[in-house]
């Protein structure tokens, strides 16, 4: 079983900047991809940004304002977020796909944490 721990969100002013956290931890053999979501109030989850081994692809709303890297030594990746807009305003939520030491497969999903961007 693989367990995600999302860490970092709070609130921030707009044009601040904010840096999450998701630690991965558990029965992991690899991490093929760790993704990064969003769900702001009464819309659908969007696709943030992608990190595999191949690189990174980030939608284009955050293109040039957020980076994401990773700590494959602890599992971890970090996403930091510049120039905070109030549409930033969501639940972020940490995803991880990869093979257990069963060499199963797994898909896991952090619980969120709340992102507020607001004067």
């Known amino acids: 079983q693989v367990q995600l721990v999302e860490s970092g969100g709070g609130l921030v002013q707009p044009g601040g900047s904010l840096r999450l956290s998701c630690a991965a931890s558990?029965?992991?053999?690899?991490?093929?991809?760790m993704v990064w979501c969003r769900q702001a109030p009464g819309k659908e989850r969007e696709l943030v940004v992608t990190?595999?081994?191949?690189?990174?692809n980030y939608a284009d709303p955050v293109k040039g304002r957020f980076t994401i890297s990773r700590n494959n030594t602890r599992n971890t990746v970090y996403l930091q977020r510049n120039s905070l807009k109030p549409e930033d305003t969501a639940v972020y939520y940490c995803?991880?796909?990869?093979?257990?030491?069963?060499?199963?497969?797994?898909?896991?999903w952090g619980q969120g944490t709340q992102v507020t961007v607001s004067s």
């Open positions: 990190i595999t081994s191949s690189g990174t």
């Open positions: 558990g029965s992991i053999f690899s991490i093929n991809a």
């Open positions: 995803n991880a796909e990869g093979n257990a030491f069963t060499r199963r497969p797994y898909n896991a």
